[in-house]
Structure formats: C-alpha cells, structure tokens
C-alpha cells in the first residue's frame, strides 16, 4: 500500500525546527526529525511503509518509523494512494449564521476628498445619485431592530458606524446607539459599538459621547504630515493633518478603556511601512495600526503594482521581525496586521469565505438598503435586502454557494487558502468586475506573507508559548 503527501506546506520556526501548516485541517505542527525524514522521502515519490522502514535503517529502527508513519497518517500529512482525501464541497453552511456586526453607513457625504476614495465608485455611480446622502433616524432605528432580530440567540452584537464621514451625522449616531442600548437592555444583549473616523470632526462634545458610551474608534490616518496629506487633503487641495493632529491626541488622552487604532491606506506612493508605524504607534500613541493596500484598478496612478508589493512585502517582514522580538520581550507591539494573522493561525481558522461579508456581517446603505458589507452599501447589485423588509435569504444563500472557496479552482492548489479564500470581494470586483474571481493579482504577495506569519507562529510555540496563550 502505497503512501502520498498531502496537501501542507513545510515552513521553519526559529533555528532549524520545522513545522507543517496542514492545509485541510490548517494546523500547525511541528516536525521531528524523523517525520521530516519521512516527508522528504516521499516528496521523492509514493512508498511503501516497507520501503521507508528500508530507506530509513540506517538511522532509525523500524518500529520508529512505523510509528512515525502512523504519526502522519493520523495528522492527514500523508495518506494512502489508494484512499486520497476528500475533495472540500461548496456546500453552504449547515445552520444560519446570526448576524453579528451591522455596518451603518450613515452617511455618503465626506468633508475630505481623498485621491483614493471608493465611496460611492463605479459600482455606485447610478445609485449614488438616488440614495440620500444621510442616513435618517427612523432607518437607522430600523436597523437596530433589523440587526437584534437577525442576531437570534447571540449574547451580543456589534453595531458599526461608518461613512463617508461617519461624524458629519453625529446626531443621528447619538440616538442610534442610544436605541442600541436601550433595546439591548430589553433583550438582555450587550450592544458592542464602534465607529470609524477621519478624525477632522473630532471635537470635546464628541469625544465626551465617545468615551460617556464605550465607542471604539478608528481612525484613518495614513501616516505623517507629508503622508497623511499627499491624499487625505479637502476639497480645496488643503491637507487635513494639521486638523486631525490636535483632535487625535485628544481622543488618545480621553479615550482609555478602549484601545484606539489607526488604520492607514497604502498606495504606490505611500509604502514606508517602518516610518508610517513608527509616527502612529511611537509618536502618536496609537495602540494599534493596521495597514491596507489601497483598493483600486490597476490603471489608477496610485495604484501598487508589482515592485510595490516587493517594497510592502519587505516592509512588512522587518515591522514583523520587529513584532517578534517584541513578543519574545514581552513588550506589546501595535503592529494589527501580524497579530490579527496569528490569532486566525491559533485558532485553526479554515475559510469557507474570505471574510464575514454577506455571512455575519452586513453593510447597510443610507436608505435602508442591506449590502454585503459596508463597501457594498449603496450598491443596488450587492444588495441583499433592506432593514425594512429583512434579508432574501434565497438571494443570501446563492451568493454563499457561488463564493465557496471549493468553487474558486485557481484557489484549489493554494496552501494558503484556509487563510485567503480567495480574498476581498469588493477588491476583486474593483480589479476583475466581479465578486466572484479570486484576487489573483496579490497571490505571491499573500503566500510570502502568510509564511512569515507562519514563522513567527513556530518561533513563538517553540520560545514563547505563553504569548500564544491569549488566543485561547
Ligand atoms: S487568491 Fe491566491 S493566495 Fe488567495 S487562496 Fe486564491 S490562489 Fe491562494
Ligand atoms: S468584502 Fe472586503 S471590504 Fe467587505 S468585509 Fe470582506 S474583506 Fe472587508
């Protein structure tokens, strides 16, 4: 009986260990010294049992290796040639997923004009025209309920707050949440609030509200001045970082019970990852940034391109290295990125679906109107119903079965699929017209990265392990 590798892929820890990232179960293990042996034996060709025993004899007995194959039968690193594992199904999930997070874009309006921005783009030119700009108090209400009664026996929900920019329509956020909480105590739910921000709007009366009622804050911020302003400017061309910088450094002295992140947006002009990380997370005082490429056609001027993602890669694995050396140090390092990769590691985190879009999270538009995510929100062919006449769930369902990651065959063959899936829906539909096509254009970029995330997983099993602890 013939045995074959199956699908993992082989990465180091700190050292010389090694350790196996399982695709099908996406597990890590770590390897001795004679699993390794018998893996690279394999990756020679299918053997026997018998014949690894042999090919093995001069350095291992055969109960050893016997036992070793076993190990590794057990673990689903290899398997019989003649019973090969299953192929995954696109089957859509056995019970409905509750909705955990709504997103309310309660605004389309902006008071900055960003180079990069997608709000309302080509996915919503027609829309946009037609929506309302605000969102009103009797819809956003309505999705309060929308969102407790999709919730089903959840604890808890996450109610989001996002624009254009989310603060222009502060009053409408204060009765939201205020109706949130109310309705929350009803139903004996805890109502987990957050909200995202350019930060321009930040004044006292508006961080007190913030802090009074537990709000966690992002705020979009793509570096220092000289970054911060090459996009996120006015309308009249004016920078924005001067105002942001005063309010920002308020909200930080203010706002202690709930960590504060930056999230900045990455462009082909704006990839220094170490300076941008250092001014946010040093100098600022954030306590956590996250990085995103910004999401646009190949065709924009700011869009990255190849040697873009090599400068981002290396950008990311030395702010990675940094990450580490920290978390072998025990000091915390606010690096959102590598964390949020570890934890997805930890936990054996196998996707189905790039993200929760369309599954537990949903983006609801000023009108009503329920998108896949907050992206989406406004986009008449994303949508997915409307908090006033609840979700088509025949229409939910179709999409689930059509964005199963066993139905993206270019993904088929990707170690990493368990962690990517494919990737954003609203980047790939930026880049390809279609929420159905797998990202493809970043994959190396995905695969490099996931393995540096990978690595510093093995080297904190193997030297930290109690770092790893809080993912439990
Ligand atoms: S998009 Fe690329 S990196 Fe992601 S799972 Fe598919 S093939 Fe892998
Ligand atoms: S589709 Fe993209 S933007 Fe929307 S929730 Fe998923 S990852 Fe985020």
Redesign the pocket.
């Known amino acids: 009986m013939n045995l074959r590798r199956s699908e993992f892929h082989a990465f180091t820890g700190s050292g010389s260990s090694r350790f196996l990232y399982l695709v099908p179960s996406a597990a890590v293990v770590q390897l001795d010294d004679l699993s390794h042996a018998v893996l690279e034996t394999l990756a020679a060709g299918d053997r026997s049992a018998t014949d690894l025993v042999e090919t093995l004899s001069d350095r291992w007995k055969a109960d050893e290796v016997r036992t070793s194959v076993d190990e590794l039968l057990g673990l689903r690193a290899i398997h019989t040639v003649a019973a090969p594992p299953p192929k995954p199904k696109a089957e859509k999930p056995k019970r409905s997923i509750p909705l955990q997070t709504l997103v309310l874009n309660v605004t389309s309006k902006c008071n900055l004009s960003c180079g990069y921005c997608y709000e309302y783009g080509e996915d919503k030119i027609v829309e946009a025209k037609t929506k309302p700009r605000f969102m009103n108090e009797a819809t956003a209400k309505q999705s309060v309920d929308f969102l407790f009664s999709e919730a089903g026996d959840s604890p808890s929900v996450n109610l989001t707050f996002f624009g254009g920019e989310t603060l222009m329509n502060f009053k409408m956020l204060q009765s939201a949440l205020a109706y949130a909480r109310e309705r929350g105590a009803a139903l004996g739910k805890e109502v987990n609030a957050s909200l995202t921000t350019n930060a321009t709007l930040l004044r006292e009366e508006i961080i007190d509200w913030i802090v009074a009622n537990d709000v966690g804050v992002t705020v979009s911020i793509d570096g220092a001045r000289e970054q911060q302003d090459k996009f996120r400017v006015f309308a009249n061309g004016m920078g924005s970082y001067d105002i942001i910088l005063p309010n920002i450094k308020s909200l930080l002295a203010r706002h202690r019970r709930r960590p504060v992140g930056a999230r900045v947006t990455l462009t082909g002009q704006n990839l220094d990852v170490a300076s941008i990380y250092t001014h946010l997370f040093e100098e600022i005082g954030f306590w956590e940034v996250g990085f995103a490429p910004v999401?646009t056609s190949w065709q924009r001027e700011y869009a990255i391109e190849d040697e873009g993602f090599q400068k981002l890669l290396s950008g990311f694995q030395s702010l990675a290295a940094d990450f580490l050396d920290a978390a072998l140090a025990g000091r915390r390092h606010g690096f959102s990125n590598v964390r949020d990769t570890l934890e997805e590691i930890h936990k054996g985190m196998s996707k189905a679906y790039?993200?929760?879009?369309g599954l537990g999270?949903m983006?609801v538009a000023t009108d009503g109107d329920v998108a896949?995510?907050?992206?989406?929100a406004g986009s008449d062919d994303h949508k997915l119903g409307s908090v006033f006449d609840g979700v088509d769930h025949a229409r939910q369902d179709e999409f689930l079965q059509k964005h199963h990651i066993a139905n993206k065959t270019d993904c088929a063959s990707c170690w990493a699929r368990p962690l990517c899936a494919g990737?954003?829906?609203?980047?790939a539909h930026t880049r390809y017209g279609s929420?159905v096509e797998p990202n493809l254009h970043y994959c190396n970029w995905i695969r490099a990265w996931t393995n540096t995330c990978l690595e510093i997983y093995g080297t904190l099993a193997e030297r930290k392990p109690e770092y790893l602890a809080q993912f439990d």
Not at 354 to 357: E, K, N, S, Y
Not at 372 to 376: A, I
């Open positions: 999401t790039p993200c929760g879009a999270l983006g896949l995510c907050h992206r989406f990737g954003c829906y609203h980047e929420t």
